[in-house]
C-alpha cells in the first residue's frame, strides 16, 4: 500500500525489515500534565523543531509531539492515541509498548483519542496523522518504547533523588520504584510532580528483547469489555441535543445530476422535517430513521443521468485492455534485457488476468453526526484521517480551521473505506441545510452503490524459461486506476505510482532480465479508493498464478519451484517451507481437492499460505483449510497476529469467490450481501496460523492476510479441476464438470 512508501519521502531510514532504528532522532520532552501528571511527548525529525506547545506540557522546547503518554497522580497511565481502533488491536498493541518499558501492568493503561492535529499526532512513518497501510505498530515500535522507557527513567531519577542515593541502586516494577539496597518502594503516582520538575534525558535505554515481559505474550484486549458491555461509542452512536436523522439518495450514475424532486408525499410522512436538495443527491432529514427511509421512498426524483448513463462493466475491461496494447507505460523496473531473454528462451508463457471492482462493505455504514453554528462546526465520525476530515469539513463549511472541533470514534471497519472523507463533505452539505445538529446515515444500499471501490485492474505477463524450467526473462504490465494520483498526487512521479506497483514491481523471487510498467487508465466517473491494501490485494493474485504457471510449463511441483527462485530471500523460503511442512504438501488428498500455496513480502511481513480447496461437480467451491506461516519480525502481541491473520484470510475468501462490483448502464448492481456475498459461518474454513520467532523490527499485520489469500485459492482450484483461472472473483460455471 501507499504507507509502505510515503516513508521513504518523508521519514527516511525508518525501521524496516532488518530492523534498524529511525534514522531521525527521536526527540523526548516531559513537563506537567494538566491536573499534575507527569506527559511525555514525542516527536520525530523537522516537526520536532516546530515551534508548538503540547496541550498539558509545561516547557520552552519547541516540537510536536506524535503521541503523549500520562501518568497521573493516581498512577493512572494513559496513551492519548494518534490511531484509531477498527478492529485490529492497536488499542492494546500501542499500550503493550508503553507498558513494557514503563513496567506498569498493561491492565492500568488507558487510553484517549487523540484531537486532529497532523503536526502533534503524525504516524512518523508517514507524515500524517494516518491509520492504515499495517503500519500503527512499525510505526510505533520504537518511539511508544522510547516514551515509557524516558517515563521510567525519569521517575526513577525523582525516587531516588528523594532518597538521596543513587539511581543505579533503584529499579521499576509494577508501577513501583524500588531501592534494592533498602527495600524502600515508592508508587509512581507519589513521583510524578518531582519527575516533571527534571531534564528530559536524551538517550534512554531499551529494554533487550530477552528482558521483555509483555511483548510477545497473548494479553487480552484492552477494548474487549466495553464491547462486550456496549459501552463502547462508535460514530453512529453518536447523541448530540436536538439531533435529527438524516438519510440520502445519490444520483444513481456515477456523474448525474439531480433535476427535479417532488416532495409532497415526502414531507407528509410523519416525523419528516425537511427535504434538502444538493447537485446530485436528495437528503431527507427526520426526527427517527423510520422516517427518514420512509420520506426518502416518498420522493419523486428526476435525475439526468449525465455521460455515464449507458456504462457497463465490459466497457471499462475493454478500455483497459486497449491501453495494455497500445499505450506506453511508465517504466518501474528494467534489469537485464527482458525482450531478448524471452525471444532466446527455450520455453515462452504468456498470460492475462484480471482483478473486478470491490467494495469495502464495513459493518458499520458511513455515518457522520455534524452540529454546524455560523461560528463553528462540531462532528462525531469514525474516521482514519482525522485531520483530513477536520479540514473537508472546515472548507466545505467555509470555517477556518481551528473552529472544526471533530471527535473521533471507534470504527465498524475501515478496510481504507475511512480513509476517504467524501462522507464528511456531504454530512456537512446537509447540515448547512438543516437548521440544528442533524446524524447522516448512510443505507447499506446507498453506501454499496454510491461507495470507494477498489479498482479493477488487467494484468499481461510474459515469461521465458531455459530447458531446466528457469525463469531467463520476466515482463509484466498492469494497468488501471492510481488511488494515489487523487489521494497524494505528489507521489505520483514520473507516471510511477508505487502504491499500485507494490508486489509486482519487487516480487519475492530472483527473476533474471526483468521489465515492469505501469499504465494509468482511469474508469470514467468510478471513484477508486484503497481496500485493505489496494496494490497487494491485486497484485500478489496475479504474480503468483503466474509463477503457478510457470512451474506446471517447466514441469515442476509449484512450491519445489518456488524454493528455487528464494534461494537469495532466506526468510521468504523460511514461511514458504513451514506452510507447506504444516499443510502435508504433497499428501495424498480425495478426487476434486487440491492444495495451491502463495508466498507475498508485503507490509513489511512474510508470509505463505497454503489453501485446500474442494471442488464440486456443479463448480462449487469450498475452501476447506488454509494454513498460514507468517514471519512478521518481533511480535507484540501473538493473540492480536492471528486474528488478524484470520479475518484477513476470511475477508479475502469473501473477495476471491464472490467479491464484484459490476456496473450496468451505468449504474452499480449490487446493493446489499444478497448479492455481495460474505463468508458465512459455516463456510468458513479451518485456519491454522504458524508465526516464525524473530528478532527483527515489527511488520504489519493488517492487510497480509488477504494479499496472500486469492492465489492460493486459485492455484488450488487448478490442482483440484485443472481449471486455471486467471480472473476474479470465482466463476462456478468455469468449473462445471471441469
Given at each position: 500500500m501507499i504507507f509502505d512508501h510515503i516513508a521513504e519521502d518523508t521519514v527516511r531510514g525508518a525501521a524496516g525489515p532488518s530492523g534498524g532504528t529511525l534514522s531521525r532522532r527521536t526527540f523526548l520532552m516531559a513537563g506537567a500534565a494538566v491536573g499534575g501528571g507527569l506527559l511525555i511527548g514525542v516527536g520525530f525529525g523537522a516537526a520536532a523543531t516546530a515551534p508548538a506547545k503540547a496541550a498539558g506540557v509545561v516547557g520552552s522546547a519547541a516540537f510536536s509531539p506524535n503521541a503523549f503518554v500520562r501518568v497521573d497522580p493516581d498512577g493512572q497511565v494513559t496513551v492519548t492515541m494518534g490511531y484509531v481502533e477498527m478492529g485490529q488491536g492497536t488499542y492494546t498493541s500501542v499500550p503493550m509498548l508503553i507498558a513494557e518499558e514503563l513496567e506498569v501492568d498493561l491492565a492500568s493503561v488507558r487510553f484517549e483519542h487523540?484531537?486532529?492535529?497532523?503536526?502533534?499526532?503524525?504516524?512518523?512513518?508517514?507524515?500524517?496523522?494516518?491509520?492504515?497501510?499495517?503500519?500503527?505498530?512499525?510505526?510505533?515500535?520504537?518511539?511508544?518504547?522510547?516514551?515509557?522507557?524516558?517515563?521510567?527513567?525519569?521517575?526513577?531519577?525523582?525516587?531516588?533523588?528523594?532518597?538521596?542515593?543513587?539511581?543505579?541502586?533503584?529499579?521499576?516494577?509494577?508501577?513501583?520504584?524500588?531501592?534494592?539496597?533498602?527495600?524502600?518502594?515508592?508508587?509512581?503516582?507519589?513521583?510524578?510532580?518531582?519527575?516533571?520538575?527534571?531534564?528530559?534525558?536524551?538517550?534512554?535505554?531499551?529494554?533487550?528483547?530477552?528482558?521483555?515481559?509483555?511483548?510477545?505474550?497473548?494479553?487480552?484486549?484492552?477494548?474487549?469489555?466495553?464491547?462486550?458491555?456496549?459501552?463502547?461509542?462508535?460514530?453512529?452512536?453518536?447523541?448530540?441535543?436536538?439531533?435529527?436523522?438524516?438519510?440520502?439518495?445519490?444520483?444513481?450514475?456515477?456523474?448525474?445530476?439531480?433535476?427535479?424532486?417532488?416532495?409532497?408525499?415526502?414531507?407528509?410522512?410523519?416525523?419528516?422535517?425537511?427535504?434538502?436538495?444538493?447537485?446530485?443527491?436528495?437528503?431527507?432529514?427526520?426526527?427517527?430513521?423510520?422516517?427518514?427511509?420512509?420520506g426518502l421512498a416518498a420522493l419523486n426524483i428526476q435525475w439526468d443521468d449525465g455521460p455515464n448513463a449507458k456504462l457497463q462493466t465490459a466497457d471499462i475491461v475493454r478500455e483497459l485492455e486497449e491501453a495494455a496494447n497500445t499505450k506506453a507505460?511508465?517504466?518501474?523496473?528494467?534489469?537485464?534485457?527482458?525482450?531478448?531473454?524471452?525471444?532466446?528462451?527455450?520455453?515462452?508463457?504468456?498470460?492475462?488476468?484480471?482483478?473486478?471492482?470491490?467494495?469495502?462493505?464495513?459493518?458499520?455504514?458511513?455515518?457522520?453526526?455534524?452540529?454546524?453554528?455560523?461560528?463553528?462546526?462540531?462532528?462525531?465520525?469514525?474516521?482514519?484521517?482525522?485531520?483530513?476530515?477536520?479540514?473537508?469539513?472546515?472548507?466545505?463549511?467555509?470555517?477556518?480551521?481551528?473552529?472544526?472541533?471533530?471527535?473521533?470514534?471507534?470504527?465498524?471497519?475501515?478496510?481504507?473505506?475511512?480513509?476517504?472523507?467524501?462522507?464528511?463533505?456531504?454530512?456537512?452539505?446537509?447540515?448547512?441545510?438543516?437548521?440544528?445538529?442533524?446524524?447522516?446515515?448512510?443505507?447499506?444500499?446507498?453506501?454499496?452503490?454510491?461507495?470507494?471501490?477498489?479498482?479493477?485492474?488487467?494484468?499481461?505477463?510474459?515469461?521465458?524459461?531455459?530447458?531446466?524450467?528457469?525463469?531467463?526473462?520476466?515482463?509484466?504490465?498492469?494497468?488501471?486506476?492510481?488511488?494515489?494520483?487523487?489521494?497524494?498526487?505528489?507521489?505520483?512521479?514520473?507516471?510511477?505510482?508505487?502504491?499500485?506497483?507494490?508486489?509486482?514491481?519487487?516480487?519475492?523471487?530472483?527473476?533474471?532480465?526483468?521489465?515492469?510498467?505501469?499504465?494509468?487508465?482511469?474508469?470514467?466517473?468510478?471513484?477508486?479508493?484503497?481496500?485493505?491494501?489496494?496494490?497487494?490485494?491485486?497484485?500478489?493474485?496475479?504474480?503468483?498464478?503466474?509463477?503457478?504457471?510457470?512451474?506446471?510449463?517447466?514441469?515442476?511441483?509449484?512450491?519445489?519451484?518456488?524454493?528455487?527462485?528464494?534461494?537469495?530471500?532466506?526468510?521468504?523460503?523460511?514461511?514458504?517451507?513451514?506452510?507447506?511442512?504444516?499443510?502435508?504438501?504433497?499428501?495424498a488428498l480425495p478426487k476434486g481437492r487440491g492444495r495451491g500455496v502463495s508466498v507475498q513480502f508485503a507490509f513489511g511481513s512474510y508470509m505463505a499460505q497454503v489453501a485446500e480447496v474442494e471442488v464440486g461437480k456443479d463448480g462449487d467451491v469450498r475452501v476447506r483449510r488454509v494454513v498460514c506461516a507468517v514471519d512478521c519480525g518481533t511480535v507484540v502481541n501473538p493473540d492480536t497476529v492471528r486474528a488478524q491473520i484470520e479475518s484477513g484470510i476470511i475477508f479475502g475468501i469473501s473477495a476471491a469467490l464472490h467479491g464484484a462490483i459490476t456496473l450496468k448502464d451505468g449504474r452499480v448492481e449490487q446493493s446489499n450481501f444478497n448479492n455481495y456475498p460474505v463468508v458465512r459461518m459455516n463456510e468458513a474454513p479451518v485456519i491454522d496460523i504458524h508465526i516464525v520467532k524473530s528478532g527483527e523490527a515489527p511488520g504489519g499485520m493488517g492487510e497480509p492476510g488477504t494479499s496472500a489469500l486469492a492465489p492460493a485459492v486459485t492455484n488450488a482450484i487448478y490442482a483440484a479441476a485443472g481449471k486455471r483461472l486467471r480472473k476474479l472473483p470465482v466463476d462456478p460455471a468455469e468449473l462445471k464438470h471441469a
Open positions: 487523540a484531537p486532529p492535529n497532523d503536526k502533534l499526532y503524525a504516524n512518523p512513518l508517514l507524515g500524517l496523522q494516518v491509520t492504515g497501510g499495517s503500519t500503527t505498530v512499525r510505526a510505533s515500535w520504537e518511539p511508544m518504547r522510547r516514551a515509557g522507557a524516558t517515563a521510567r527513567v525519569m521517575l526513577v531519577t525523582a525516587a531516588a533523588g528523594a532518597w538521596k542515593v543513587d539511581p543505579a541502586s533503584c529499579h521499576a516494577e509494577k508501577g513501583e520504584v524500588i531501592h534494592a539496597t533498602s527495600g524502600r518502594r515508592i508508587k509512581y503516582g507519589a513521583l510524578v510532580a518531582a519527575a516533571a520538575k527534571l531534564p528530559v534525558p536524551e538517550q534512554v535505554p531499551l529494554k533487550r528483547p530477552q528482558d521483555f515481559k509483555l511483548i510477545g505474550t497473548p494479553a487480552k484486549r484492552l477494548d474487549t469489555p466495553a464491547k462486550v458491555n456496549g459501552t463502547s461509542r462508535y460514530g453512529i452512536d453518536a447523541r448530540v441535543a436536538g439531533m435529527k436523522i438524516a438519510t440520502l439518495v445519490s444520483s444513481p450514475v456515477f456523474g448525474g445530476k439531480l433535476l427535479s424532486v417532488d416532495d409532497s408525499k415526502a414531507l407528509a410522512v410523519r416525523g419528516v422535517r425537511k427535504v434538502v436538495r444538493l447537485d446530485d443527491a436528495v437528503a431527507v432529514i427526520a426526527d427517527h430513521m423510520g422516517a427518514a427511509k420512509k507505460g511508465a517504466v518501474a523496473r528494467n534489469e537485464g534485457d527482458a525482450d531478448r531473454a524471452l525471444a532466446s528462451a527455450v520455453t515462452r508463457v504468456e498470460a492475462a488476468y484480471e482483478v473486478p471492482f470491490l467494495a469495502h462493505a464495513t459493518m458499520e455504514p458511513m455515518n457522520c453526526t455534524v452540529d454546524l453554528r455560523a461560528d463553528r462546526c462540531e462532528l462525531w465520525l469514525g474516521s482514519q484521517v482525522l485531520a483530513r476530515a477536520q479540514a473537508a469539513a472546515a472548507q466545505t463549511a467555509g470555517l477556518p480551521l481551528e473552529k472544526v472541533t471533530v471527535h473521533n470514534h471507534l470504527l465498524g471497519g475501515g478496510f481504507g473505506r475511512r480513509l476517504e472523507v467524501d462522507y464528511v463533505i456531504r454530512a456537512v452539505q446537509i447540515a448547512k441545510q438543516a437548521g440544528g445538529p442533524v446524524k447522516v446515515i448512510w443505507t447499506r444500499e446507498e453506501d454499496m452503490q454510491h461507495g470507494m471501490y477498489r479498482p479493477y485492474f488487467y494484468f499481461r505477463f510474459a515469461a521465458g524459461l531455459d530447458a531446466e524450467g528457469q525463469p531467463v526473462g520476466w515482463k509484466s504490465r498492469l494497468v488501471g486506476s492510481s488511488v494515489i494520483a487523487r489521494w497524494a498526487p505528489a507521489l505520483l512521479k514520473n507516471g510511477v505510482d508505487r502504491d499500485t506497483l507494490q508486489c509486482i514491481a519487487e516480487p519475492p523471487y530472483a527473476l533474471p532480465n526483468i521489465f515492469v510498467d505501469y499504465v494509468q487508465q482511469e474508469p470514467p466517473g468510478i471513484p477508486t479508493a484503497f481496500w485493505r491494501g489496494v496494490g497487494p490485494t491485486r497484485n500478489v493474485f496475479a504474480v503468483e498464478s503466474f509463477i503457478d504457471e510457470l512451474a506446471t510449463a517447466a514441469k515442476q511441483d509449484p512450491v519445489a519451484y518456488r524454493r528455487g527462485l528464494l534461494s537469495k530471500n532466506p526468510r521468504a523460503k523460511a514461511v514458504l517451507e513451514l506452510a507447506a511442512e504444516q499443510s502435508g504438501w504433497g499428501q
